[in-house]
């Protein structure tokens, strides 16, 4: 397992490492670059106000508030209508799966959606996600195969393609 | 799994960025200092008027959610168990069934007397928790290894007479990386170093301990095998595997990234006598194959050999060798290639093997690979699918049965057989499934 950044670090010393952990999740959720930075950047400043009681594990805390940042501004988004000179489509090939990913997240237990936010938006070790969540490898997963089955359902495994899903190549 | 929605080159935080943060923090706090004093505020007007009840602590939801019952805390004996509830399965013949599920902080076994339609806890509480590995040759002698190592860098192997019902730590260590049962013998792969934090130990002999009591008394074999554990490794990077055809017949199997495992030849290790002697075997992996690796056969000569590059977003490069004369010369039988994440070694394999998904070592306490028969056999790679051949493993397809009956690609469990027909798909905490013929699968439970 790798040492926390929060161990013996200042919050500055914290930064990059951190900031790119929230761009990383936000942008796997916006798919745009603007909005995924102004996320990254609300997530981080609220971590800042928490600093002195994110204990030794900040990574977690951050990704879940990134994560949600951006799948509340993805359902905002969306209500607002597409404007003819800016189709998002054309921008993002990916817009149909993130919308799909956000609505399919928003809807998982909370304990299965925290344990799919780090384990596969932010790609955390299972031992580190059962660090931050101060449960057991086990516990994570558990929550980490109900939430995945839970995920492919509603996303329809038959038309859900994402470059690694399984398959005979024979 | 979603590194296609990434950003292909995302901005690289910089001292801007970082003000910016600093600057947004500082608005907030001063946003929730107002908020405070006008919540004190408003409380206080209202103060007298107050009605409260008692507060009621709720369980979290993580535990709601994985609760039998809604029972909370050690389950009493007997209890019955979900099949969705399931995190592991064993099974010793078609009827009689072994299986960890987790509840709450607690990992419990349960068994099954009916080929897994109801489940009952044997044991609320086991000394070691999923994901460890459990073993029964029969319906009392039970074998438990693996999970977390200790605060001291142990892994102990926990044994229990009575069918599971209590546990005791058998007198071998400090880690126990394999065990395997046959009838009343147990053999287990003990390194001799503690688990050691990385690179402050590259590699320790290991022995191979046998017991013929069920697991009270034990002696190492008359010669270790010719191959080192790497005990700088975390324990979720199992890089020793044991193997056992028939009573005398064993392959020690060291393995690990480039430079680690042990020297490049030798990695595995046989013998036909009982541990009196070894002999070592050509291991047909490429280096860059070599992070895992799996042994499984249907007959003392018929070996099927599985091993893996580094895996990453949920893809892994895999290779099948096949031999049918017990290891000394091996065959490519099918490869899934992924030139990033093996080096850019490609192998040329007839027919394919699923890229998607995991394979040893990431599916510690998981068994992948259930061999039937020389030319069936079935493949449950960690958050994948189940795959089948029946073509010895040239050739490998979704198994379609399985997704008629439910099963949904992508999470972690195991398969296994009881026999050439009787077989179990536990999808973690998802569910079991059953075929009593081999082609047609039932999920089990309500």
């Known amino acids: 397992m790798t040492r926390s950044v929060a161990d013996d670090e200042t919050f500055e010393e914290a930064f990059a490492e951190l900031y790119r952990l929230a761009y990383r999740v936000s942008f796997r959720v916006l798919g745009d670059r603007g909005d995924a930075e102004d996320v990254a950047q609300e997530a981080l400043a609220r971590s800042h106000l928490h600093w002195a009681r994110l204990s030794a594990r900040p990574e977690g805390w951050v990704v879940t508030v990134a994560t949600n940042l951006a799948i509340d501004r993805h359902r905002r988004r969306r209500r607002q209508p597409a404007t003819i000179d800016e189709p998002l489509a054309l921008v993002d090939p990916h817009l149909t799966e993130r919308i799909d990913l956000a609505r399919a997240m928003r809807r998982l237990p909370r304990r299965q959606r925290e344990v799919v936010f780090l384990r596969y938006l932010a790609d955390l070790p299972e031992l580190e996600v059962a660090d931050a969540l101060g449960c057991s490898p086990g516990t994570v997963k558990v929550h980490a195969s109900r939430g995945l089955a839970a995920l492919r359902r509603q996303l329809d495994g038959a038309e859900y393609r994402g470059e690694d899903d399984a398959h005979a190549s024979g | ?446």
């Open chain 2, 1 to 446: 799994m979603l590194t296609h929605l990434d950003d292909p080159s995302p901005p690289e935080p910089s001292a801007g960025a970082l003000g910016a943060v600093l600057s947004r923090a500082a608005r907030l706090r001063r946003r929730r200092t107002n908020a405070v004093l006008a919540t004190v505020a408003a409380g206080t007007m209202a103060l007298g008027v107050v009605v409260g009840g008692l507060y009621v602590p709720r369980a979290s939801s993580a535990q709601a959610e994985i609760a039998f019952s809604s029972q909370f805390g050690l389950l009493a004996r007997g209890t019955l168990v979900p099949p969705s509830d399931l995190a592991d399965v064993v099974f010793l013949s078609p009827d009689r069934g072994f299986a960890m599920a987790v509840h709450g902080s607690d990992t419990l076994l349960a068994s099954s007397d009916d080929g897994g339609n109801t489940w009952r806890v044997v044991d609320p509480s086991l000394p070691t928790g999923f994901p460890a590995q459990l073993e029964f040759p029969d319906r009392s002698h039970g074998y438990l290894w693996g999970g977390a190592p200790t605060s001291s860098g142990s892994v102990p192997l926990w044994v229990s007479s009575d069918g599971g019902r209590s546990w005791s730590q058998a007198p071998i260590g400090p880690v126990v990386s394999d065990v395997s049962a046959i009838e009343s013998g147990v053999w287990a792969v003990v390194g001799t170093c503690p688990v050691s934090p990385a690179g402050s130990a590259p590699s320790c002999p290991v022995v191979v301990e046998v017991s013929t009591n069920g697991g009270s008394r034990w002696s190492p074999t008359a010669s270790t095998p010719p191959v080192e554990e790497n005990s700088s490794l975390s324990i979720s990077d199992q890089d020793i595997e044991l193997a056992r055809i028939s009573a005398q017949r064993a392959y020690v199997l060291a393995f690990g990234p480039d430079g680690q495992g042990g020297p490049a030849s030798g990695r595995i290790a046989f013998t036909s006598d009982g541990g009196r002697s070894w002999a070592s075997r050509p291991d047909p992996c490429p280096p860059s194959f070599s992070f895992g690796q799996q042994l499984a056969a249907s007959s003392t000569a018929d070996l099927w050999l599985t091993c893996a590059s580094q895996g990453s977003a949920g893809a892994q490069a895999k290779a099948l060798y096949r031999s049918d004369d017990g290891g000394r010369a091996w065959l490519l039988a099918a490869a899934a290639n992924a030139p990033v994440l093996s080096s850019n070694v490609t192998l040329d394999g007839a027919g394919g093997f699923p890229v998607g998904g995991y394979v040893t070592p990431y599916s510690l306490g998981h068994e992948n690979l259930a061999v039937v028969s020389s030319a069936d056999a079935w493949l449950y790679p960690d958050r994948s699918a189940v795959f089948e051949t029946t073509d010895g493993g040239r050739t490998w397809r979704l198994a379609p049965g399985l997704a008629r009956a439910g099963l949904v690609a992508g999470a972690s469990g195991n398969v296994v057989f009881a026999d050439a027909t009787h077989g179990w798909v536990c999808e973690t905490g998802v569910g079991l499934w059953r075929t009593t013929n081999g082609a047609d699968w039932k999920r089990l439970g309500p």
